[in-house]
């Protein structure tokens, strides 16, 4: 169930920062019910807690900020942690600013109405945003993507309501060619008829993946019904399907010429640079671009107060229920970010938030609650999202508001507010080296703000936060009265040919829409690619531990340490992680591992989980182990209390009974996704007869009847040194890990004789296994029908390959080469026929000690399925049949040189990877052997590899959806 309360796990920079820590007592709140069954003598215990209390000075000599005459901004940050280097730029151009129909204004509000040949400009900021990856003037319709290969750079763009931007990260050695390509596409971008012909393909494949999304759809509608018909967010960024019948590449040239300008563009750059370097880079790129005056931000109309409620259904073919309760609130520009942080972190912010002890563990009505402002400019609103037990959503409803009538009468609780400064600062430190996050936050901070600094007073702004701000706020936008709802709920059997003919219907208007669209010529080979030089070398080495050792014990330690980040890491996984992940067994782990935080011989769950959280510390249980993150300071008394919480489950019947009923919910729900339906279908169809087979249904029914004393055995089988290993990275700060790992980790025991984790029959434990029982059918065609707006196209077949497979390193480069990322051959399908979105795909997935499997998958319109699976086919016979080029290996080896570095931005990544060398018995110099490997194997080698797996002939087939 992945039992975890963590903010997004990103990464750290080292900046200076103060961590003061006070102790503060925690008393625990009076006994329910369900609490009866802990101890006593948990009513009168006190835990204490270290509670930090963080001071952040702004870096300056980190932080930048430039602006060219021509009123181009320019955001730079310096972080040499990690190698790489990330340039984005944003524009202040989103769907808010595109201009509505002339001659039909009402047609605005409604997304069924059809268009008369005059639909305004719906959509155009996202289609650009597609267009200027098709290339330019200088650079041809696949240069962009070439280029990113080349220098091994990741890159992408999005479009939100207020922005557009691009992005290309990479490593530090040769990032300036990237300044060359973001210049050239602020002035040259080509507009050819072709080009759009295959975006819109993509374009309306995207539109209607999104209404396979339902979190997606309730969002969609919540800002349709929250802005008004003449409010520019009313509309959707993807814009109305019915527009794009008279989209055209000469008006898309118009709305680019109009809007993508220096005074409108931001440019960041960070990561491991020098500041005077970037100015004079940028300015010989952007310098000579003329300012030219764009329109005016469009002026948002006033919103008077509404007292209209709206409760809106959506009915899809769906087993389980999904609501959303929002409110209209004003927008980034116009509200305290970090006061919203708090009453949405107060309300729904972890297991000890408010809605989530009163609607998942006191009532156990719902599975799930989160509670998330979605802020933009001029505009947001607050949601609450819940995932209700059957026939519980009125229920929902009443506790959710008695649980804001409570807080509006009383107020936010001091104890509350800390755990909020602590959570958030923890996540602003982690998000500080997450350069794609930071970017995108950096970018709308200073949009909002017009100060490039204020992003980084986050944490002296939790610190002035009042009590009375946020009650008046909740009385004025959070009133009940004014909560109004979107629900996702099943359709009933009898109307479900209504569901069928509406998406005929649809497919109908697709069809009609890419009629008019189609392309007549062959994509254009990249040229100026050609013209620039190979990548500057990087030396690179993956980080190694700092210490490898057991303790007496016999449990496997690991430390890695990074001096400059104020946090720790300190994980547990077991050694047979790979193995528990994918067999029946690890299901009723995850639930045993779940329990654990319920309650310990000592404490309640509530007195845990308040202990945690007023220390800003993020824990996870789940099968593959568990973890905790910290500050550095404070770290060995949570240490103790995260080892006391491993090794004292006290397994109370009523908890385990709520969390199994969680579980068989999620497993349920897990059905309602096509794509999770045809992973798991494929799986069961290349692992047939192995222990890796087991449906859904498989286990929900073991779920149900697990007991007391299948947790207790589960427990003494894995929480044992030698099922285990540990890694601890981060700062020891004053302290010495060695000294703290021996003190809290020696007395951890195993109970009773070694009790062997099952294993497969063609386990041998040892590099190669004799035998593979897996019942595999070759050719085999399954259909699964689901009604859903697009289909899932599967096609596999197991991999002879394990991890220790002299081919295994190979195929993994073919695996660069033909499915990752754009400039793929997968993505050049796309590209060509237009026929899916997304689609991915690799040679030897899932291999450890066990053998993997071939796949690839794509997300295709019902129609197209016969044809996206013949096409999809003929990439892996011509990989076969002609083999690569140089140019594709040389990609290959700057993308693993990439994901390398990727891994060592934050110390948890770098300890998850060294404990996994350890649990599948690798050097710790394997990453470098295998990066010594890929830059060094021939073109010759790899076409001789091609040719023994990239066979689809014996490849079975699944198809999801409306088959």
């Given amino acids: 169930m992945n039992k975890s309360v963590s903010r997004r796990m990103i990464r750290l920079l080292s900046i200076p920062m103060i961590l003061i820590c006070e102790a503060c007592s925690m008393k625990p709140e009076e006994t329910t019910e369900q609490t009866l069954q802990h101890e006593e003598k948990g009513k009168e215990q006190e835990i204490q807690a270290v509670t930090p209390h963080i ?37 202040a151009v989103g769907s808010a600013d595109e201009a509505a129909s002339s001659s039909d204004p009402e047609k605005e509000g409604s997304s069924s109405s059809q268009g008369d040949g005059d639909s305004g400009e719906r959509g155009y900021a996202h289609l650009l945003e597609h267009m200027v990856f098709k290339g330019t003037e200088k650079m041809k319709e696949g240069d962009i993507d070439s280029i990113a290969r080349k220098y091994g750079a990741s890159f992408n763009a999005f479009t939100s309501q207020d922005m557009t931007s691009y992005y290309f990260e990479v490593d530090k050695n040769n990032w300036k060619v990237f300044l060359d390509v973001i210049a050239d596409c602020m002035k040259n971008v080509q507009f050819n008829q072709e080009h759009l012909s295959s975006e819109l393909h993509a374009v309306i494949q995207e539109l209607k993946m999104y209404k396979d999304s339902h979190v997606r759809r309730i969002i969609a509608e919540i800002m349709n019904l929250s802005f008004p ?7 959707p960024i993807i814009g109305y399907k019915e527009d794009l019948t008279s989209v055209s590449a000469d008006k898309l040239r ?3 010429e109009k809007y993508y300008h220096p005074e409108r563009a931001t440019l960041l750059v960070m990561g491991d640079i020098d500041f005077d370097e970037v100015m004079k880079e940028v300015k010989e790129r952007f310098g000579d671009i003329p300012y030219s005056k764009s329109p005016e931000k469009k002026k948002f109309p006033i919103l008077t107060p509404e007292l209209t409620v709206h409760n809106t259904v959506i009915n899809e073919v769906v087993q389980t229920e999904k609501t959303c309760f929002y409110w209209s609130i004003p927008g980034h520009k116009y509200v305290n970010v970090e006061m919203l942080s708090m009453i949405a972190y107060a309300l729904g912010g972890g297991e000890g938030s408010r809605l989530y002890k009163r609607l998942v563990d006191e009532l156990q009505i719902a599975d799930s609650v989160s509670v998330d402002p979605y802020l933009l400019l001029e505009g947001g609103t607050f949601l609450i999202l819940v995932e209700p037990k059957t026939d519980k959503m009125d229920a929902c409803k009443k506790e959710i508001i008695s649980v804001i009538q409570e807080m509006m009468k009383h107020g936010i609780t001091d104890e509350e507010m800390q755990k909020t400064i602590v959570s958030e600062s923890s996540s602003f430190f982690k998000q500080l080296t997450d350069m794609q996050g930071l970017a995108y936050e950096w970018l709308v901070s200073f949009y909002a703000t017009n100060d ?13 936060v009042k009590k009375a701000d946020v009650q008046l706020f909740m009385k004025t936008y959070l009133d009940p009265f004014l909560m109004s709802q979107v629900s996702i709920l099943p359709i009933p059997e009898a109307k479900k040919h209504m569901w069928k003919e509406a998406k005929e219907a649809s497919d109908a208007v697709d069809k009609e829409i890419l009629s008019k669209y189609v392309r007549t010529t062959p994509l254009e080979e990249p040229e100026f690619v050609h013209t620039l030089g190979d990548p500057n070398k990087l030396s690179f080495k993956f980080p190694k531990p700092t210490d490898d050792y057991s303790l007496e014990n016999g449990l496997p330690v690991l430390t890695y340490e990074r001096d400059q980040i104020p946090l720790v890491h300190a994980g547990f996984i077991f050694k047979d992680t790979h193995l528990l992940g994918n067999i029946l067994e690890g299901v009723a782990l995850d639930c045993m591992m779940s329990m654990l935080i319920e309650g310990s011989t000592k404490y309640s769950k509530h007195q845990l989980v308040t202990y945690f959280e007023q220390a800003g510390a993020d824990y996870h249980f789940s099968t593959g182990g568990c973890s905790i993150s910290c500050f550095t ?20 019947v009523a908890d385990l009974e709520k969390v199994k009923a969680q579980m068989v919910e999620s497993y349920i729900r897990t059905q309602d996704s096509h794509m999770s339906v045809g992973r798991k279908a494929l799986k069961n169809a290349l692992y047939k007869g192995h222990l890796y087979e087991w449906t859904f249904d498989d286990a929900i029914e ?20 030698e099922q285990m290993i540990l890694s601890v990275a981060g700062s020891a700060g004053e302290q010495e890990f060695k000294g703290i790992i021996q003190r809290v980790c020696s007395d951890l025991k195993g109970v009773g004789p070694v009790e062997k984790v099952e294993q497969l029959s063609d386990e041998h434990q040892s590099d190669e296994y004799q035998s593979d029982n897996r019942q595999f059918i070759p050719g085999a065609r399954i259909n699964i029908t689901m009604m859903r707006d697009q289909g899932v196209l599967l096609l596999g077949q197991p991999s002879p390959l394990n991890l220790f497979h002299e081919d295994y390193v190979p195929v993994k480069i073919l695996n660069l080469i033909c499915f990752h990322s754009l400039g793929s051959r997968l993505f050049e399908l796309r590209e060509k026929t237009g026929l899916f979105y997304n689609a991915r795909g690799a040679f030897a997935a899932g291999s450890d000690k066990q053998k993997g499997y071939d796949f690839a998958i794509a997300i295709v319109n019902p129609d197209n399925l016969d044809k996206a699976e013949e096409k999809i086919k003929e990439v892996l016979v011509t990989l076969q049949k002609d083999g690569i080029s140089q140019k594709e290996l040389d990609e290959a080896s700057q993308m693993y040189l990439k994901g390398l570095i990727d891994v060592t931005a934050h110390v948890s990544d770098i300890a998850a990877m060294l404990s996994n060398e350890k649990a599948l018995g690798l050097p710790f110099d394997y990453y470098d052997k295998v990066l010594n490997r890929v830059q060094n194997i021939s073109v010759e080698e790899l076409n001789a590899i091609a040719k023994k797996y990239a066979d689809p002939s014996k490849m079975m087939t699944i198809r999801v959806g409306r088959v």
């Fill in 633 to 652: 300071d404070g770290f060995e008394e949570l240490f103790k209390m995260f080892m006391h919480v491993l090794k004292n489950p006290s397994f109370p």
């Fill in 229 to 235: 018909a003449h409010h520019p967010y009313h509309h």
């Fill in 55 to 91: 001071e952040y000075k702004i870096p300056h000599e980190n932080i930048r900020h430039e602006k060219l005459e021509n009123g181009m901004n320019i955001l730079m940050m310096k972080d040499s942690t990690v190698p790489q280097v990330l340039m984005q730029i944003g524009y």
């Fill in 702 to 721: 073991m779920i149900k009847k697990l007991t007391v004393d299948d947790m207790k055995r589960l427990h003494k089988k894995y929480i044992r040194p």
């Fill in 452 to 464: 490039p600094y204020s992003l980084f007073t986050k944490i002296d702004d939790l610190y002035a």
């Fill in 254 to 256: 118009t709305f680019y």
